[in-house]
């Protein structure tokens, strides 16, 4: 038997298919349908017969929604023309508000874009600043060994390091999981009919186990072999441009009558950009002993550019602080001229932040005074 109401719910259903259709649509739609099934009704059609016939007036549900479509796609188009025929006369209103007073527009102008230009420079200097050195994965497990010495009345925080101070240290202090000591040497390299005037880096094997300094070729590893060589990516374009440089050979004189062949073993990826210490060349810090017949490991009247230590537990560096005393002692009896007064670890986390007041440190400060240059810039920005 026939169900009008349920035949026609069935057909409205179909329409939900098609996005043509929203609900009131498809309620109009209902109501148009309705309408004439009532007036086929009343010419004595019977329920179906005049169902079928609305339904087949109203025609294929699917050219229904392409004709829709079309005419909703109408509307937009119309619609997007009116906007921009507002936005143009926008434009054309503001342009001759702005040149009846052009002295005035270009002072607001010139002002605004001063303004945001300053923004967008203190925002990149603050974020510069606070993610210095935050591709180390060790740094606040790493410290740089400092002490105060009494300079013209003035105790100044120095960078340097007595000589024999790292492996003492290691040594005598089993909260210490790795120790590396820095020293700075100004050589002569030849490779080929090229001869360059360059500062070498000695460090021990840890170096690149304490930094964050991946390789782009070669292995880290290859730092505790006293025959090899480790080039930044800069020196290595320098040197042998694009070219994959390990396992070549290059020569270091260190004066007229000392000398010794490398094996270049990798080449470090290009450094980040918010870097507060970097290097050329790396070799191990044994080759001091070998290439200079003068060397004293033990003599603390000599000094290191730097002597770093790594602690997995941060409040164990207090019980080394405490026991530094001994050698303060040890220093003093053959230093004369720069008695230390205290030894004070700077943690790698905070150490840019402090280099403008360590003298002779590795981290260069870049700016005189970071946090005074912040302030500056903030105070110049909010004026803005």
Known sequence: MFDLESSIKKWLKSFSSFRAFDHGKVREMELHLRDHIDDLLAEDYSEKEAFEEAVKEFGEIKEVAGDEFSVIKAKRTVGSLLRLTMFHNYSKTSIRS??????????????????????????????????????????????????????????????????????????????????????????????EEHVFHEKIRYVDSEFLEMFTFPLKWGAATSLGDLNSIILSEDISIKYFGEENPVGKDILIKYDKDRSGLFTISGVAKEFPDAHSFRFDFLINYKNLENYDSLYDLQDWSKFVNATLIEVDNPSDLKIIEEGMDKYRLLQNEVQQDLKVASFKFVQLDVLYENAVNIRNGISYPGFADNQSASIILFLIALFY
């Open 98 to 191: 702005l040149m009846r007073n052009p002295l005035n527009s270009f002072i607001n102008i010139f002002g605004l874009s001063m303004a945001i230009g300053v923004c967008v420079l203190v925002y990149g200097f603050a974020k510069w600043t606070y993610s210095m050195d935050d591709f180390h994965k060790n740094k606040e497990k790493v410290y740089l060994t400092t002490f105060f010495a009494d300079r013209d009345g003035m105790l100044q925080q120095n960078g340097k390091s007595p000589r024999p101070l790292g492996e003492m240290l290691q040594e005598d202090f089993p909260q210490i999981e790795k120790i590396c000591r820095i020293e700075d040497r100004n050589v002569v390299i030849k490779y």
